[in-house]
């Protein structure tokens, strides 16, 4: 007989490697959503604790106490506090950072007084070691009243052991201490009484927050008002006891320290990770090499790809020439080879540069390099109305505005954090690569500067700041405009130097990609099809004034039939539905250097910006008869009416600027909505991105024209 499915809450400090052992515990039987209510994400999945006995993990925001201020942090204490009516969980892991043992204890002996059954999981003690921090565990576990188990879970050490603990602790064998951490009856003794009358069950502790924050917990009718009244005629003062809670707590740990922890003189040992700092961190040399590593990252890009990306579009371009040899002339072989196959082609060939660029940047999170970045930037973000964890959210946006922005809710100034929303879509997500590598392949030559530099990568690179750069200036205008007052802390961690999990690097790589595939996949297939049939068919008596036409041209003696056929494919599509809507904006596009073909793709992309190759390739393989012609080369011979190129240096560094700077991203409005429970924001949004990209492209085309 089953066993009733438990529910075991997963907390910590951030960096304590609490997500490690979420991985570990759950595997592939994971699901992601939003906690009921509020925009934070909720990680929650199975994992069998013995035959029998399955537990489900609720991965909790990282917290450093019981006391909350950002959002995420409020969802956390709440679950814990036993007032959310969604996540009820019957025993807490804690996991806590050997190698800062010190801060840890503090919020497990927060939960340990809440009276809950506690497992502690102590992880990193091979750094704790490095450190020259040895810890008796038997005498932590003595000390703490609760279970204590060692564990790696980046090398699944010690994960049996803390399963077993969990089965017994849920069989009862290990129950909460008898006695609490401190004597948290001696803060506000009958204040505490008086609650604990109202809720008898509650701990002593639990009822020092019941008098903190019970206007946040939403309880029965009636229930605040009493506590109110206990507050008021006990005179409670919340801040005095925090005060008072927190110097015991720590006087107690320091104990702890003394009996089951030998450290050795800290001053004698510096470890490896203060003397890469010392560099990476240093105030001149720190922004040299991060420059240098933004640029070799985008140089990756081109390096990388490039065999990969040359192979796939000469697959392609033999498979619609293979199958245009021999399948019928008839409607239907023209949407598989001009409809499915030019679509699936522009999905498909840059999966490679997406790969690689996720890849690079998990690497870069991995090694703890990305949390440098954070402290590194924060000087210059404060500058512009931004702090240093809107930097993390900003290189996020590198990847996908949509989770970048869903980011934001660790920042907890509102201002800084609606400042961070605002801006944060102007950093070249992924979405954006495609369109910049087949523009910049198309007027940018393959020139090498020193035998290695690549001028495409450097375009590139400097498309990538140019966002950057614009997203600061914009975040400094609205710093001016949008008036709210709070005050804001900058608190980060540095995580330790690590060697990359290149397992890891390998399984992101490869979800990032089947994400792209699929969901941005889907999307493209749909507007590649739709376009098909736009820009094969139009309105039925222009058509066929078109095909009497060419017709009659044709039977002439002296006919030539493949330019003939060519005009003729020209023709029909600027008439089709496709080349009508196209020629209706043409004279907006104009002055930026764009023909009416580059129009529709403007509007597609609007879905998502992907979707600018998949438009070209539609649009270009249904008027070119030529199969084996890759889109690039079409797109090359393109030309205008009076028979000038459509790409051109000043044309195609026009619309690499405006893809830089315009909001075209249904998803990204979306979501900014969500996130500021308003429509004004993402208007804001979508009007200033619209009116700087047209500015700032219309400004490069007559400057390189």
Known sequence: MLKPLLNIALVGNPNSGKTSLFNALTGLNQKVGNFPGVTVDKKTGSCLLEPGLTA??????????????????????????????????????????????KRNLLFCSQIIDLRVPVVVALTMLDLAKKKGID???????????????????????????????????????YKPPIRDFIGVHNLAETPIKAVQDIYPNLSDYGAVHYLTNHEHFNLEAGKNEQIEAIETSTKFNATKVQAEEIMQR???????????????????????????????????WGYVILLTVLFLLFQSIFWLAQYPMDFIEWSFAKSSSLLGSFLPSAWWSDLLINGVLAGLSGILVFVPQIMILFGLITIL????????????????????????????????????????????????????????????????????????????????????????????????????????????????????????????????ELPTYRAPRWKNVGITMVEKAKIFVVDAGKVIMVISLLLWFLSSYGPGERMEKITFRYEQLKKQPAANMLELDREYRSEKLQNSYAGILGSAIEPVITPLGYDWK????????????????????????????????SLRQKMSAATRADGSKVYTLASGLSLMVFYVLAMQCMSTLAVVKRETRTWKWPIVQLVYMTVLAYVFSLLVYQLFK
């Not at 590598?437 to 090498?448: A, G, H, M, N, R």
């Not at 403007?602 to 030529?626: D, H, P, Q």
């Open 598 to 629: 580059i129009g529709i793709a403007l509007i597609t992309s609007f879905a998502a910006r992907e979707v600018f190759v998949g438009t070209m390739a539609t649009l270009y393989s249904v008027e070119e008869n030529n199969d084996e012609t």
């Open 365 to 492: 999170e991995d090694t703890g390099y990305m949390a440098r970045i954070s402290f590194l930037s924060d000087k210059l973000m404060r500058k512009v109305g931004l702090n240093g964890k809107s930097v993390m959210p900003m290189i996020s946006g590198f990847a996908c505005a949509v989770p970048a922005i869903m980011s934001a809710r660790n920042i907890e100034n509102r201002k800084e954090r609606l400042l961070t929303i605002l801006v944060t879509p102007l950093m070249s997500c992924s979405a954006r690569l495609p369109v910049y590598t087949i523009l910049i392949s198309l007027v940018i030559p393959e020139k090498l500067f020193l035998g290695f530099l690549s001028l495409q990568g450097i375009v590139m690179m400097c498309l990538y700041l140019l966002g950057t750069v614009l997203a600061l200036v914009a975040s400094y205008v609205f710093k001016l405009i949008i008036k709210i007052s709070e005050r804001s802390f900058f608190i980060l």
């Open 56 to 101: 489900n993990i609720i991965d909790l925001p990282g917290t450093y106490s019981l006391y909350p201020r950002r959002a995420d942090e409020w969802v956390s204490y709440k679950v814990l506090m036993n007032v959310d009516v969604h996540v009820q969980p019957q025993m807490v892991v804690l996991v806590a950072d050997a190698s800062n043992l």
């Open 135 to 173: 810890i008796d565990l038997t005498e932590l576990e003595r000390e703490l009243g609760v279970p204590v188990v060692s564990i790696n879970p980046r090398k699944n050490k010690g994960l049996p052991q803390l399963k077993k603990i969990l089965a017994q602790t849920a069989q009862r064998q």
């Open 250 to 284: 720590y006087t107690r740990i320091k104990q702890i320290m003394q009996l089951s922890v030998v450290e050795e003189d800290l001053l004698q040992k510096k470890m490896f990770t203060e003397k890469l700092d010392n560099i990476l961190l240093h105030r001149t």
